[in-house]
């Protein structure tokens, strides 16, 4: 895939900005006495569904249904803010929307997305099998297939990033969380289109390892289980497009294990009095791990993610 030029991005902006304000950008004194260096967090977490996938949702079917190729509707899967995005847009849009999620997701994010009006079905036990349900589907009910990493999807998405670095230059490094990867190709794209220097470092779990798995062997890898308290970045099955732009693009990939990421959260809550989910979160984690060989530099995280069940949250805040 060939990544969106700026020209494209800044077009994209012009059309988000309809449903999604600039979001702010801030350089939180206590978070940076707690890594050691000057850290901006990009608030991704204050967009219209909590996350920066809304805008890779919206610049997605404005494209679809500006060139009139929707017919039955569309389909995807998701654990939630994917899910989101293209709910609140379709609904913006006029479009019929599907979204297929594994049993035990989220209930509040299932809430979320039928209360934008989508049909949510839950089917498997995990992302790929919901996405490999939805991919059967929607041939059957006449409905298009949006895949989790796609191009319209990145250059939305890439619009926060361009914010980003307008906003704070010369920044040495930005940890961002890897999904299926739109989050960090669209900061790739944008880095790469404004001729910077700054590192791209990509975070994941642990407990869902394939990016970093595969960003060390110079290969996609799959991986058999992806369980975490990030379900946003639980994939096992990463997508070889995002792979080809993220091994090209990106310095690293830093794992984090849920211990990490549950004291980012509360970190998050403690410091800036922002609720982080698990992915949401990922980003400070992967700074806080590596925060000695991050001292005393201007680094920027990622907080794309607003979204985890109160049940969830509660017993994380008070550990």
């Known amino acids: 895939m060939i990544l969106p030029a700026l020209v494209e991005i800044e077009a994209a902006t012009a059309v988000i900005r309809a449903m999604v304000p600039p979001t702010p950008q801030y350089a939180w004194p206590l978070l940076a006495a707690r890594t050691g260096c000057e850290v901006w967090v990009k608030h991704e977490n204050h967009t219209p569904i909590g996350a920066f996938k809304i805008r890779g949702g919206v610049y997605f079917a404005h494209r679809r249904r500006s060139a009139g190729h929707v017919v039955g509707g569309l389909i995807s899967a998701t654990r939630g803010n994917h899910g989101q995005s293209l709910a609140l847009a379709c609904r913006a849009a006029g479009l019929p929307l599907t979204i297929v999620v594994p049993h035990g997701n989220s209930v509040e994010k299932n809430a979320a997305m039928r209360a934008f009006g989508a049909n949510v079905i839950e089917h498997g036990e995990d992302f790929e099998a919901a996405r490999q349900h939805a991919a059967v589907l929607g041939p059957a009910r006449g409905l298009e297939m949006v895949p989790p990493f796609q191009r319209d999807l990145v250059c939305g998405v890439a619009t926060y990033a361009l914010e980003l670095f307008r906003a704070v230059p010369q920044l040495a490094s930005v940890y961002v969380p890897i999904g299926m990867g739109s989050g960090i190709c669209g900061l790739i794209a944008v880095r790469d289109a404004l001729e910077l220097d700054t590192e791209i470092i990509g975070v994941v779990a642990t407990g869902a390892p394939a990016y970093a798995l595969s960003f060390a062997a110079g290969r996609v890898i799959e991986t058999a289980r992806a369980v975490t308290v990030a379900d946003g970045v639980a994939c096992r099955v990463p997508s070889?497009?995002?792979?080809?732009?993220?091994?090209?693009?990106?310095?690293?990939?830093?794992?984090?294990?849920?211990?990490?990421?549950?004291?980012?959260?509360?970190?998050?809550?403690?410091?800036?009095?922002?609720?982080?989910?698990?992915?949401?979160?990922?980003?400070?984690?992967?700074?806080?791990?590596?925060?000695?060989?991050?001292?005393?530099?201007?680094?920027?995280?990622?907080?794309?993610?607003?979204?985890?069940?109160?049940?969830?949250?509660?017993?994380?805040?008070?550990?």
């Not at 992967?286 to 069940?309: C, P, Y």
């Open 240 to 319: 070889a497009e995002a792979f080809a732009i993220i091994e090209r693009g990106a310095a690293r990939i830093v794992q984090v294990n849920d211990a990490e990421i549950m004291e980012a959260m509360r970190a998050y809550y403690v410091d800036t009095h922002n609720l982080a989910e698990g992915a949401g979160a990922a980003a400070l984690a992967g700074l806080l791990h590596e925060r000695e060989a991050q001292r005393g530099k201007k680094v920027a995280v990622i907080l794309s993610g607003g979204n985890i069940d109160r049940t969830q949250y509660l017993p994380i805040l008070r550990a």
